[in-house]
C-alpha cells in the first residue's frame, strides 16, 4: 500500500526540485555574467560543452538523404552549454579558517 507519508513527501520532493532548478537557473546566469563566488568549502565548478542539436536527422536521412543531412549538421552552428556542479573540498574550506 503506497501511504499518505509518501504521497506527502513526494509532494515536498517535487516543491524541492522546482527550488532547485530556480536557484540552480539564477546561479548560471550570474556565473554567465562573471560574478565570482564567496570563499569556502562549497566550491562551484562551473564546465562548458559544445553541443549540437539535430533531432530531425534520423528522420531528414530517410527522407532527404545522408549527404543532404551530414551538409546541414556541418554548417549548424554547436551551442554552448553550462553545467555547474556544487563540491565540498576540505583543504579551500581549512584555507579559509586559517586566513580568519
Same mark, same amino acid.
Given at each position: 500500500? &503506497? %501511504?499518505? +507519508?509518501? &504521497? ?5 520532493l517535487?516543491?524541492?526540485? +522546482?527550488?532547485? @532548478?530556480?536557484?540552480? =537557473?539564477?546561479m548560471k *546566469?550570474? !556565473?554567465? #555574467?562573471? /560574478?565570482s %563566488?564567496? #570563499? ?7 564546465? %562548458? *560543452?559544445?553541443k549540437?542539436? !539535430?533531432?530531425?536527422? +534520423? &528522420?531528414? !536521412?530517410? /527522407? ?5 543531412? @551530414? =551538409?546541414v549538421?556541418? =554548417?549548424?552552428? #554547436?551551442?554552448? &552549454?553550462? %553545467?555547474?556542479?556544487? #563540491?565540498?573540498s ?6 579559509v579558517?586559517? *586566513?580568519?
Amino acid at each position: 500500500m &503506497i %501511504t499518505q +507519508s509518501e &504521497i506527502e513527501r513526494l509532494a515536498e520532493l517535487k516543491e524541492m526540485a +522546482s527550488e532547485y @532548478d530556480r536557484l540552480k =537557473n539564477a546561479m548560471k *546566469s550570474r !556565473v554567465e #555574467a562573471g /560574478e565570482s %563566488t564567496e #570563499a569556502g568549502g562549497w566550491q562551484l565548478n562551473p564546465m %562548458t *560543452s559544445l553541443k549540437q542539436i !539535430v533531432a530531425w536527422k +534520423s &528522420i531528414a !536521412v530517410r /527522407e532527404l538523404g545522408k549527404a543532404y543531412c @551530414d =551538409n546541414v549538421q556541418h =554548417n549548424t552552428k #554547436a551551442r554552448e &552549454i553550462l %553545467t555547474l556542479k556544487p #563540491a565540498f573540498s576540505i583543504a579551500a574550506e581549512k584555507a579559509v579558517r586559517k *586566513s580568519a
